[in-house]
């Protein structure tokens, strides 16, 4: 029995905390050789166009704009980043006096809470996970219609409660499947879903179904089987398919049936 799914709607704020954090780190230490420059301008320009404060804003800015991306090739980016950084900044504490301050210390911590929190905590989750990014995922628009669901030897009576190009929401309208058997489902498998659809061609609608194989990626806790209910993910749909889905969903904004989910 699968359980449900965890995702997030937004893109979560502490994404944009922390890239901001690394968008002003430059400017943090630009600050900090103000003062230990003795706020000399000139001095403070030749530092600003040195090869050390341009590694480290492009340190800074790149890990910033890879966090904001939210994709796995831009946790492993920020990770590989935050240890040279470290061992730049390790490096520079040692042998320049100019960046030997509490400020310097605190920007070296952290980058390195920053690589304990993305390894060990559940800020990686969405970097990880494009399941969870629900954020990038397409609209759901709520409008209920009947169908069935088929799954290995079993045959559901479903309705469904949202559909996007993406997939579906459904609901099991038995508590048991066709031949009395409990729920079989997991997580993952592969089902193939019939649902019924309307079609209008100058001015005259009228009923179509359409089946599709779809890969259930959210189901009803165990508990909840008097009530129980499953995302759908569409998998390897015909691009005939994926027209008549995207035109049934315009034709019911068009009818005012439906609304965006988010």
Known sequence: MGTQRKGYQKKPKYIY???????VIPFVSLYQLYLNVDQSIPLLKKIFFSQFFLLESFLSFSAGLAVLLVNKLGF???LALSFYAMSLKIYHLQTAYLFE????????LFWFVTTILLLFTAIRIPFL???QRWWQQPPRYAHQMKGYLRYQNYLFAVTTLNISLGGLFVKIDESKSSNGDPYPFSLGKITN??????EESKGIFSKRKITAPAKIVWCSKKENAGQYGMGLQFVEC???FKARIKKYIELLKSLRLTEALR
Not at 101 to 108: G, L, N, R
Request: aromatic content about 16%.
């Open 17 to 23: 905390w922390l890239s901001l954090l690394y968008f």
């Open 76 to 78: 492993l980016y920020v």
């Open 101 to 108: 301050s509490p400020i310097d210390f605190i920007v070296a």
């Open 129 to 131: 996970n494009p399941n």
């Open 193 to 198: 879903v019939e649902i019924n659809t309307v």
């Open 238 to 240: 015909s691009n005939d």
